[in-house]
């Protein structure tokens, strides 16, 4: 079946602009997770869903960032206000299991986001 | 912040060599996993080994954990060019069960 697919790939954001960044997770996969990376670095937790709800959010970084799965399959992680800090990889990944730290991961390829 | 720390930061080694990492970590664990990627592409799954276990191995990887001393290492044997990677471990908290956390990783360079 399909992997775990990320849209955009790339996304350049002019200063205080918002964006938007989707994620659909493997079908049937009840958890799904937001990291960011940034260049030569190892991907940074953001936030968690189990299903519908979001368990833990204590990652990310600013009230700027905000994440919804609201019927439990995809995800979109909105960014308001763009700041030159927020340039990085972002990383949408799912697992089939509900006690997610205690499975393997299945991440998508990622968008970069650019913001000048 | 960041769990894990990997060692070395970086490994350069001819195919046929055998390639070692180590990850240290600071908590408690449920597991600890390894992760690897290509340039530019997102992360895949090695291999996923529990508290309680010392040693796993898949394919050419073997893994150990030393929970007394808080590591991991990753042994890859007889590499390819294809295994240039970076390599990331990542641990399942107790207190969190929710997400894992990385290390900055291990970027291997295997050439022909």
């Known amino acids: 079946g399909a992997g775990v697919s990320q849209s955009p790939r790339y996304k350049v954001a002019k200063r205080g602009q918002d964006v938007a960044l989707r994620c659909d997770p493997i079908s049937g996969h009840v958890s799904l997770f937001w990291y960011q990376q940034a260049l030569g670095q190892g991907p940074e937790f953001l936030t968690y869903?189990?299903?519908?709800?979001?368990?833990?959010k204590s990652g990310l970084p600013s009230d700027r960032f905000f994440a919804e799965r609201p019927e439990g399959s995809v995800s979109t992680l909105k960014i308001q206000r763009t700041q030159q800090e927020d340039s990085a990889v972002y990383l949408c990944a799912s697992s089939l299991l509900s006690r997610a730290n205690n499975s393997p991961l299945h991440f998508g390829n990622g968008t970069r986001l650019t913001v000048t | 912040s960041q769990q894990g720390e990997e060692d070395p930061q970086a490994l350069s080694i001819q195919e046929g060599e055998n390639a070692t990492m180590n990850c240290s970590y600071k908590?408690?664990?449920?597991?600890l996993q390894w992760y690897r990627q290509n340039s530019g592409r997102g992360l895949v799954h090695l291999i996923l080994?529990?508290?309680?276990?010392r040693e796993k191995h898949s394919g050419r990887l073997r893994v150990t954990l030393d929970t007394s001393k808080k590591s991991s290492s990753l042994l890859i044997t007889a590499s390819r060019a294809a295994d240039t990677a970076s390599y990331f471990c990542?641990?399942?908290?107790?207190?969190?069960?929710?997400?894992?956390?990385f290390g900055a990783g291990t970027q291997v360079v295997v050439t022909p």
């Open positions: 908590t408690s664990i449920n597991n």
């Open positions: 990542a641990t399942g908290r107790t207190d969190s069960w929710g997400k894992l956390q």
């Open positions: 080994i529990r508290s309680n276990e």
């Open positions: 869903f189990q299903n519908e709800a979001q368990l833990d």
